[in-house]
């Protein structure tokens, strides 16, 4: 049974820093690119950066460039996302995901499996 558990989030001042984790079961973790996803209030969900499956290649949405680093650590089989500089628009529920690949993809739909996501609330 495919698993992915988010951890880390809480409510944090703006520009403060949280690092999410994400612990995958169930799944050759080497095989899948990994990607984070937030859901803020009245938006549709959007990718905020993605890892490709050795690590070697990450990708960013604009908002989060220079702020947010995700990583990966095989022997962990666990993500992270390093969040500096935090703003309030930061605000959501983030969610990882996994997908059979090589890169990661921007786009939701093209993942295999989903944590159930952890709350992130920056206030000001």
């Known amino acids: 049974q495919v698993q992915l558990v988010e951890s880390g989030g809480g409510l944090v001042q703006a520009g403060g820093s949280l690092r999410l984790s994400c612990r995958a079961s169930?799944?050759?973790?080497?095989?899948?690119?990994m990607g984070w996803f937030r859901q803020s209030p009245g938006k549709e969900r959007e990718f905020v950066a993605g890892?490709?499956?050795?690590?070697?290649?990450?990708n960013y949405a604009d908002s989060v460039k220079g702020r947010f680093t995700i990583s990966r650590d095989s022997a962990k089989r666990s993500v992270y996302l390093e969040m500096n500089s935090l703003k309030r628009e930061d605000t959501g529920v983030y969610f990882c995901?996994?997908?059979?690949?090589?890169?990661?993809?921007?786009?939701?739909?093209?993942?295999?499996?989903w944590g159930r996501g952890t709350q992130v609330t920056v206030s000001s």
């Open positions: 169930g799944v050759t973790f080497s095989s899948y690119a």
């Open positions: 995901a996994a997908k059979v690949a090589v890169l990661a993809p921007i786009r939701g739909n093209e993942y295999d499996y």
């Open positions: 890892v490709s499956r050795r690590g070697s290649n990450t």
